[in-house]
């Protein structure tokens, strides 16, 4: 079977108008090192006054994208309202029978292998002043911010015609093939879920997609390596994430996703085999691919017309160009980049 990966292997794809991070250390390295206190700009003394539930009770809604897969079929529209009050009173959910599994499963074996290669292999793949695709650190803008407690792998493989293989592993062998597949796959079930919330909130079901014909599809693959003070660092802070739709994938067993609900962080116990969606998350230690979704850069970011029912709004519009640059200039902290999108009054 032929295959098209889209390989742009000279010169690189001019990003660099949007920003990128302020290289830092190498996680994975400083955790392999004996050191008596780990560097202060990793500690989080904060994080001690943050409640946390014990109560395994509470827990995110879990969707069965089996059914939904044929509109009056048994089980759709009570499978429908789900998925409406998870997206309502939650803004997150774990996705079941997703008939992605193979894809899954093939990318977890070739991320890990990937971060268990020598450092300086992986640093053939690092990112490059004022770009954020590559191998390194996300959302640092100063010199003196906390840092987080992991690595990642960040590319963009969607739109095909933007992609930048200069960053895309060659080491593993079996990555590029992989990892295109998994984008593709990926980016069907996006386009499946914004479909349902398009009917869930009244409008024509390719209502959402119309805005996303053009996706930009951003893929992180994150390590987050032991620490012996593992109650003192986070593997990334807080946050809510500024793209459209997530699809979080766990690698291995190692807990660590906690998400905020009225106040309290409730830690989230993945279903194996899930996709978790749209979830903002702090982890201790572990592997995750998280693939994030959002409409092409010509369309407007803003309040959709045909939900504002009133003639003004709290929030902005501007160009999705403008919208991008506001994300990567940004530190992750909470929900700020909400904040800044509001109308001053």
Not at 13 to 27: D, L
Not at 207 to 232: F, G, H, T, W
Not at 246 to 264: A, D, H, P, R, Y
Request: charged share 25%.
């Amino acid at each position: 079977m032929a295959m098209d990966i889209g390989e742009n292997t000279g010169e690189i794809i001019n990003r660099s108008g949007y920003g990128g991070s302020i290289p830092v250390a190498n996680v994975q390295a400083l955790a392999s090192e004996e050191m008596k206190d780990i560097p202060i700009r990793y500690v989080r003394p904060e994080i001690q006054s943050e409640e946390v539930l014990t109560d395994e009770s509470l827990q995110v809604p879990v969707i069965d994208f089996s059914k939904l897969s044929v509109a009056g079929k048994p089980g759709y529209d009570d499978e429908l309202a789900k998925l409406h009050v998870a997206c309502r009173d939650w803004g997150f959910f774990q996705l079941i029978n997703h008939g992605v599994l193979e894809r899954i499963d093939a990318m977890k074996k070739v991320i890990e292998k990937f971060f268990k290669l020598p450092l300086e292999e992986k640093m053939k793949y690092a990112q490059i002043p004022g770009m954020l695709e590559g191998y390194g650190q996300a959302f640092v803008v100063s010199e003196d911010q906390k840092l987080d407690w992991g690595d990642m792998l960040f590319l963009v493989p969607l739109p095909v015609d933007q992609r930048n293989t200069r960053f895309w592993p060659q080491n593993p062998t079996s990555f590029r093939t992989t990892f295109h597949e998994y984008s593709n796959e990926l980016n069907g079930v996006s386009k499946e879920l914004l479909k349902f919330m398009s009917i869930n909130l009244g409008m024509e079901p390719d209502a959402i997609n119309k805005l996303y014909e053009n996706c930009v599809q951003s893929i992180r693959m994150n390590y987050y390596p032991p620490c012996r003070v593992a109650d003192k660092v986070l593997g990334l802070a807080p946050h809510s994430d500024a793209t459209g739709i997530t699809l979080l994938v766990q690698v291995n067993g190692v807990q660590g996703l906690q998400i905020k609900n009225n106040s309290k962080w409730v830690p989230i116990k993945p279903i194996p085999g899930s996709i978790i969606v749209n979830i903002g998350d702090i982890m201790e230690e572990r592997l995750s691919i998280a693939a994030f979704h959002g409409p092409g850069l010509e369309v407007k970011i803003g309040p959709l017309p045909e939900l504002v029912k009133e003639k003004t709004t709290k929030y902005k519009t501007i160009d999705g160009e403008d919208y991008l640059r506001l994300i990567i200039s940004s530190k992750l902290d909470g929900k700020s980049l909400i904040e800044r999108m509001k109308i001053q009054e």
